[in-house]
T-cell receptor, first 112, second 113 residues
Framework: KAGVTQTPRYLIKTRGQQVTLSCSPI?????VSWYQQTPGQGLQFLFE???????NKGNFPGRFSGRQFSNSRSEMNVSTLELGDSALYLC???????????FGPGTRLTVT | DAKTTQPTSMDCAEGRAANLPCNHS???????VYWYRQIHSQGPQYIIH???NNETNEMASLIITEDRKSSTLILPHATLRDTAVYYC??????????????FGTGTRLQVTL
């Protein structure tokens, strides 16, 4: 079974631009969560989607948004990029009721 | 979710057992202990979880004290590939709601020759 995939793996953007990151969960997993990892703040929860509905959201500004499609693939969008948005963005998927989450390799975003 | 306390870093010789402690003195009765690890530049990897009984799988063993206020993750024969940051997370297991994980700073385990 293929693991969680994230595209692109690396991205360089300029301040003020917007970016869209993609995540394909493990086949059969309907829950997709997004996390941001920075050296200063560590791993922080962004939001979670289940069956195309956002069911939990972390403490991030409205510039961070996401969605999930009917095939469970998910995208997250960051608008009006700031230097502080430079981070590793991780996606995790899980099946309903499962204890474990499976993480993808992440997208490393650099904002200049 | 209960707060956890872990040592910042630990060293272990290859082939020896690595014992990683975690303190979770405010854990509630329905909260599980989870362990994840993150190898450099990769996504976190689930290792094991437990409620009150000791657990073992192909990766590690989890020992939870009787009062559940602390636990130890044991890697029985550490290898260089086990060098990673290990996160202890305590949370309720929700079967139908959010899967949010709250990561602390973890323990950086360095396995050496």
């Amino acid at each position: 079974k293929a693991g969680v995939t994230q595209t692109p793996r690396y991205l360089i953007k300029t301040r003020g631009q917007q970016v869209t990151l993609s995540c394909s969960p493990i086949s059969g997993h309907r829950s997709v969560s997004w996390y941001q990892q920075t050296p200063g703040q560590g791993l922080q929860f962004l939001f979670e989607y289940f069956s195309e509905t956002q069911r939990n959201k972390g403490n991030f500004p409205g510039r961070f948004s996401g969605r999930q499609f009917s095939n469970s693939r998910s995208e997250m969008n960051v608008s009006t990029l700031e230097l502080g948005d430079s981070a590793l963005y991780l996606c995790a998927s899980s099946s309903q009721g499962a204890y474990e989450q499976y993480f993808g390799p992440g997208t490393r975003l650099t904002v200049t | 979710d209960a707060k956890t306390t872990q040592p910042t870093s630990m060293d272990c010789a290859e082939g020896r057992a690595a014992n990683l402690p975690c303190n979770h003195s405010t854990i509630s009765g329905n909260e599980y202990v989870y362990w994840y690890r993150q190898i450099h530049s990769q996504g976190p990897q689930y290792i094991i979880h437990g409620l009150k009984n000791n657990e073992t799988n192909e990766m590690a063993s989890l020992i939870i004290t009787e009062d559940r206020k602390s636990s130890t993750l044991i890697l029985p024969h550490a290898t260089l590939r086990d060098t990673a940051v290990y996160y202890c997370i305590v949370r309720v297991h929700n079967t139908g709601t959010a899967s949010k994980l709250t990561f602390g700073t973890g323990t950086r385990l360095q396995v050496t020759l």
